[in-house]
């Protein structure tokens, strides 16, 4: 079973969690074009880098979930997480140059477990809903928010596991 993203959940309110992630270690490639078409892209160089392509030959165990955030209309950076007590610092340097590494501090965050398939209209209205809970319960967001894939494309749309996510200013109960 593949190993997720630890965090503390601090709270609900109505289908929201609030949660507590520690420091982690991001690998991201930027994807210009179609939302949906961007995590296919990406997937390539990075699955190459935890399988070795990097300027060590360290493999990384896959970690879930797969990130995705859009910074433009066509513009995407697809994440993986590395495996939990890596350190930015022992993090070997890529060997493709789309790739880049970075280290993400401890932060809260308000999130929006759903299941389904996946498209860009789904995630993109999840996002709003979040985004509406968020700011309807008082909370101050930091950044856009982001959406987390934790199965596989084959694995049946009814069965699989998919999340908005926003960072939130911190809440005092870390």
Not at 23 to 34: A, F, K, N, S, T
Not at 112 to 123: E, H, I, K, T, Y
Request: charged content about 20%; proline content about 6%; cysteine-free.
């Amino acid at each position: 079973m593949t190993a997720q993203q630890p965090f503390r959940l601090i709270r609900k309110f109505d289908e929201v969690e609030l949660r507590h992630y520690p420091d982690y270690v991001l690998l991201q490639v930027e994807v210009e074009g179609d939302f949906m078409r961007a995590g296919n892209v990406a997937f390539g160089p990075l699955i190459s880098y935890i399988s070795g392509a990097n300027a060590t030959g360290t493999k990384f165990a896959m970690t879930a979930p797969v990130i995705q955030e859009s910074t433009a209309e066509k513009a995407h950076l697809v994440s993986f997480v590395l495996p939990e007590g890596v350190s930015v610092t022992e993090v070997p340097v890529p060997r493709n140059s789309k790739v880049s590494t970075v280290a993400v501090a401890a932060h809260d965050a308000a999130v929006l477990p759903f299941s389904g398939s996946w498209n860009a209209a789904r995630f993109e209205r999840k996002g709003a809903e979040l985004m509406t809970a968020v700011l309807t319960a008082g909370l101050q967001v930091q950044g856009n928010h982001y959406f987390a894939r934790f199965d596989p494309p084959w694995k049946p749309g009814f069965l699989k596991h998919n999340e908005a996510l926003v960072h939130v200013v911190q809440t005092g109960s870390n």
